[in-house]
């Protein structure tokens, strides 16, 4: 004989089928009531604001999205001159004591520049003069290469023979380290200034000579079958088709041997001395004037920038596609 075990509910509790299913609740008839308000939404709050607030609004977001990109152009140098500025103060206060601290370096820098210009004899000039030396060196030389370069690179692009004729040259000779010209140029001019000058020219000629043979081949054939049809001369087809139309290749080329120039002068003026920002950076060092040497490096830097601006704002003039 089996029991069912059922669960027996406690005295005093409804029983379980006496408690009201809600599914099993007939929906009565529908009461018309009150009307709920609802709260406003924020949109709907917003249609009612003052016409005038919702005008500063939108130029108060037009001013921040002008200003942002000269914020972001302001801060992100900053930021990025403050982790410079903290990691060169962590090397002074806990790797390297004899390193200069930036405090240091700037009131040195502010004595230097207070007199750039002063001149004590051949070996004792201000760090203005060695500038200025330096400057114009690499603008001789720079010229120097900017001449010989374009006519060989417009040969070498009009004629396929004369390019096969000289690219095995270049191809040697383009690698080679400037230092690797300064014993030739001592030897063959045996003076310090042509020297510096030659080395400048061999090693900055190459970037506008292969810009400017890039660009003669780059010219479109049909100007050239145009040039044909009108039977211009050798002359009228230089001046009138083919500079026009490297002009921008050739100024790229200007361009990066002017960089290569500047960087190149530092290294041949500390080896061939007398005047020069790279000899004054030698003579610091021995002096032990690293706060004289940091400085001059900035200037280096910035004289970069300018040479690189100047050029930049040539090449935006001659740009087809800016007009």
């Known amino acids: 004989m089996s029991l069912s075990l059922t669960t027996i509910p406690a005295a005093g509790s409804p029983r379980p089928d006496a408690v009201p299913r809600r599914d099993t609740v007939s929906p009565g008839p529908a009461i018309a009531g009150p009307a709920r308000e609802e709260p406003a939404r924020p949109a709907d709050a917003a249609v009612g604001r003052p016409q005038e607030r919702i005008a500063v ?39 390297a004591p004899d390193f ?35 400057i114009g060196r690499v603008l001789v030389g720079f010229g120097i290469a900017v001449a010989v370069a374009i006519p060989i690179g417009i040969l070498m692009g009009l004629s396929r023979t ?39 020219f061999i090693t900055s000629i190459w970037p506008t000579l292969l810009n400017t043979a890039a660009g003669v081949r780059a010219i479109p054939q049909d100007y050239m079958n145009v040039a044909r049809v009108l039977r211009l001369s050798r002359t009228e087809l230089l001046f009138k088709v083919v500079l026009p139309a490297i002009r921008p290749y050739v100024i790229t080329g200007m361009k990066l041997s002017l960089g290569i120039a500047w960087m190149v002068i530092v290294a041949a003026e500390m080896l061939t001395g007398g005047v020069g920002i790279g000899f004054y950076i030698w003579d610091e060092w021995n002096n032990l004037k690293v706060e004289s040497i940091i400085v001059a490096i900035l200037l280096i830097g910035l004289v970069g920038i300018v040479f690189d601006t100047v050029m930049t704002l040539i090449q935006n003039h001659f740009d087809y596609e800016r007009k």
């Open 57 to 95: 609004d939108r130029r108060f977001e037009t001013m921040v999205e002008k200003l942002r990109p000269l914020t972001l152009a302001i801060l992100l140098p900053t930021i990025t001159f403050l982790i410079v500025l903290g990691a060169w103060l962590f090397v002074h206060q806990e790797i």
């Open 162 to 200: 004369f390019d096969r004729a000289w690219q095995p040259l270049i191809q040697i000779l383009r690698p080679v380290s400037p230092l690797a010209w300064l014993p030739i140029g001592l030897l063959l001019f045996k003076a310090v200034d042509p020297s510096a000058i030659f080395v400048i």
């Open 100 to 134: 200069p601290s930036p405090a240091a370096t700037f009131e040195h820098g502010v004595e230097m520049l207070s007199d750039p210009f002063y001149d004590y004899g051949p070996n004792d000039k201000g760090v203005g003069y060695q500038l200025l030396y330096s």
